[in-house]
Structures are given as structure tokens and as C-alpha cells.
């Protein structure tokens, strides 16, 4: 007899599910049948992980621009390369942790393709934004004039609705023909003189004033200012933090 003995099933006495015989003695037809129902029950708390890591995921890219460019305030595409890729793992993370790791090799290959793919997908991005994103046409050519990374925030505020630009980089006799105040500080839309724009104004249109505080809200998350635009409602006005 060895030194270990395994004991005898009791007759007429089923094993419970979370015992050692439990649903990994169970015949192989009732493990089938439990899988679905073991996934259902897991389900909730998966999507709370992924939306925690996906939250995550935007802070991360945003605030690790604005601290290369705190470093470096002229390598503007380099901290929108450097947020993106640092999102990529990030994002990576989160679905790691909602899902899971797969098996050693394709994690690796995850590891390197999220970012590679959140990169190029952000930078092609930056390139362009809806028509109907803008005011007037005219405005349309002032995007290529915006910062790489409130580009970028403006595709991240898209993702909860829709947003209008209403102004990018306006010469001070603008100010005048449109009856606004003078341009001032460091968030005024004053057009540079080398370099590019740093800060926005946007409206939502036909949103209320909860969906324009989440707005305004995002926005702060990623690191950057935001606030109400001359006390018209649906209007903010979005800028780099100061130098």
C-alpha cells in the first residue's frame, strides 16, 4: 500500500464544484455545459478591468506628451510619438488584465504590435479631422496649424460625441471683427509667429451642461486646460499648459 491513499468516492455523494473533484472530475459533456455560464459569471468584471485600463490607457498618453514636452518644449511630434507608444503599453495592460495573458510568444508579439498600431493609427489621425468638425471651410485650413497633441486630444473628445472647432489661430484684427476680447495670456488664440497654435476653441453642439462638464473633464485628464469660453454655454476653450 503506498504511503498516499486516495480515498473512495462515497456512494450517492456528489463532490462540490470548488472541491478538488470537483468540475475537473466532472464528466466532459457537463464542463462544456458549465463553460458559457463560468464565462457569463466572469463577464462584469472584465469589463470593469477593460474600462478602468481603457481610462488609463488615455490618461497615460496624454500626460506623457506634456512631460516631453516639459523637457523638451520644441519636440512636438516626438511627445506625440512618445504618448502614443506609451499608451500602446498601457493598453496592452488593460487588456491583459481583462483577459488575460495568452501564451508566452504572443504576448510578446502583443506587446510589440499594440503600440506599433495605436502609433500609427494616432499619427494618421492628426492628419485630418471631419468636415463637419469645423465651423466655416476657411477654418479647416487653421488645423495643420494646431499642436500635434490638442489634435489628438480632439480625435480622444470624439469618441463621446461630436465637437466643433470654432477657432484655432485668429490675428488680432479678428478679435475686433468678431466683437471678442482681446487676445491676451498664454492661452489666447493669438496666431504664433513660429511654431504651432496651442490652444483651441470648440462648441458641443446639442449637448447639455453634464455632457460638456464630461467634456471639459476628459480634457483635464489628459493633462491639458480647459474652461468655459467667455461664459457661452457648449463652448470651451483648450490649451497646452504654460511653459
Not at 470548488?18 to 469589463?47: E, I
Not at 506625440?80 to 501564451?103: E, H, N, T
Not at 508579439?109 to 485630418?128: F, K, R, Y
Not at 469618441?159 to 498664454?186: C, F, K, N, Q
Request: net charge positive; aromatic share 6%.
Amino acid at each position: 500500500m503506498s504511503a498516499v491513499e486516495e480515498v473512495a468516492p462515497i456512494p450517492g455523494v456528489v463532490p462540490e464544484a470548488g472541491s478538488a473533484r470537483g468540475l475537473d472530475s466532472a464528466p466532459p459533456g457537463r464542463r462544456r455545459s458549465a463553460a458559457p455560464f463560468l464565462a457569463l459569471a466572469r463577464l462584469p468584471g472584465c469589463l470593469v478591468r477593460l474600462g478602468l485600463g481603457l481610462a488609463a490607457t488615455l490618461v497615460v498618453t496624454g500626460r506623457v506628451q506634456l512631460a516631453i514636452l516639459q523637457r523638451y518644449p520644441e519636440a512636438d511630434w516626438m511627445a506625440l510619438a512618445g504618448g502614443l507608444l506609451a499608451g500602446g503599453v498601457a493598453l496592452f495592460g488593460a487588456l491583459a488584465l481583462a483577459f488575460g495573458l495568452p501564451a508566452p510568444r504572443r504576448a510578446l508579439l502583443l506587446m510589440a504590435a499594440v503600440p506599433i498600431l495605436l502609433l500609427a493609427g494616432g499619427c494618421l489621425a492628426v492628419t485630418h479631422f471631419p468636415e463637419a468638425g469645423f465651423r466655416t471651410h476657411e477654418l479647416r485650413g487653421e488645423w495643420e496649424r494646431l499642436h500635434p497633441t490638442l489634435r489628438l486630444s480632439l480625435w480622444i473628445a470624439r469618441l463621446g460625441g461630436d465637437v466643433v472647432l470654432t477657432g484655432v489661430a485668429r490675428a488680432p484684427v479678428e478679435y475686433d471683427s468678431a466683437g471678442l476680447p482681446g487676445p491676451g495670456g498664454p492661452d489666447s488664440l493669438l496666431a504664433p509667429r513660429r511654431g504651432y497654435a496651442r490652444a483651441v476653441d470648440l462648441r458641443t453642439p446639442e449637448a447639455g451642461p453634464l455632457a460638456v462638464w464630461a467634456r471639459q473633464g476628459l480634457f483635464l485628464g489628459l493633462g491639458l486646460k480647459a474652461a468655459p469660453h467667455f461664459g457661452a454655454p457648449g463652448h470651451l476653450r483648450v490649451s497646452l499648459p504654460s511653459r
